[in-house]
């Protein structure tokens, strides 16, 4: 069970990939409306990285849709409202601020699989399950995220409570863009770097003179990264002048930025700091 959605007057819904990937193999998804009507909806795609899906619904007339916000517009304090269906509780709704912006957490998704939430609204507004996939608004009403996880403390007996105060949302604008792309497509295409990196240990870090980054493994021929100039044994050291201290940096970009897109990538190659301009190009 978990929240949704209507983000286009056709009634398509958006919602979190966890909520429904138990029926993405031929099971069946209903929904239940605020109003009290209930139908069974098409699930028109979904996406494990984000965490997000999109379903369907035939209906005879459109329905009414959430406004969309902006992520430039968010801020740290401000007021917001998260609404969903909280262990069932239908129509519920909860009020806190804004805690913090830019957060990168790692969520399950199913039994094998994990999400990277990028760049993450958190809040302190309560969400408990069965809010995943449901609204965080700002006070006008617009949606600015997408209610998806939980901090929670595990109590003696190794079974995780409930809202601690600390949930997290992913913002609206990657939301938006990924919940296009599912229902123009289908599916997310997203860019890539064509390179393999791991993180310095900080004995290495310390051998190649440096405080951290991250080494490159390989070089895909031909590949944007080989484009750049970048070469195998290179040290990527910033990615637009953030630290590369993981490859989280290097998903976070993957997931925020598309095909075209260009990255300021500083390395270090034999002792000599250089920067080149690395742009994203499309999975083959």
């Not at 957060?103 to 069965?130: C, H, K, W, Y």
């Not at 863009?177 to 240990?201: E, N």
Request: charged share 15%; proline share 6%; aromatic share 4%.
């Amino acid at each position: 069970m978990g929240s949704g959605v209507i983000v286009r007057k056709e009634v398509y819904i958006m919602t979190n990939n966890h909520v429904i990937a138990a029926a993405e193999n031929g099971g069946t998804i209903d929904v239940l409306f605020s109003d009290g009507r209930s139908s069974e909806v098409e699930l028109v795609g979904l996406d494990p990285k984000s965490d997000l899906a999109v379903l369907k619904m035939t209906a005879e007339k459109d329905l009414p849709t959430v406004e969309l916000g902006k992520s430039d517009d968010v801020r740290v304090g401000q007021p917001v409202v998260a609404l969903g269906a909280p262990l069932g509780l239908s129509s519920t709704v909860t009020a806190g601020i804004i805690s913090a912006l830019g957060r990168n957490v790692p969520v399950p998704v199913d039994e094998d699989t994990t999400a990277m939430l990028v760049g993450a609204i958190q809040t302190d507004a309560s969400i408990n399950p069965g809010n995943s996939g449901g609204a965080l608004v700002d006070c006008s009403g617009k949606l600015i995220g997408i209610n998806t996880a939980i901090a929670t403390i595990p109590n003696d007996l190794q079974v995780a409570s409930g809202s601690v105060g600390i949930g997290f949302a992913v913002p609206i604008d990657l939301a938006a863009r990924i919940t296009g792309q599912l229902i123009d497509t289908g599916t997310v295409a997203y860019p890539y770097f064509g390179l393999s990196a791991v993180p310095l240990p900080p004995r290495a870090a310390e051998l190649f003179g440096v405080d951290n980054g991250l080494y490159l493994q390989s070089v895909a021929p031909g590949g944007p990264a080989a484009q750049a100039g970048l070469q195998p044994s290179d040290i990527v050291t910033l990615l637009d002048n953030r630290p590369a201290t993981s490859n989280a940096v290097l998903a976070e970009v993957t997931l925020t930025r598309k095909a075209g897109d260009t990255v300021e990538v500083t390395y270090v190659r034999a002792g000599k700091t250089s920067t080149t301009t690395l742009t994203l190009g499309a999975i083959p």
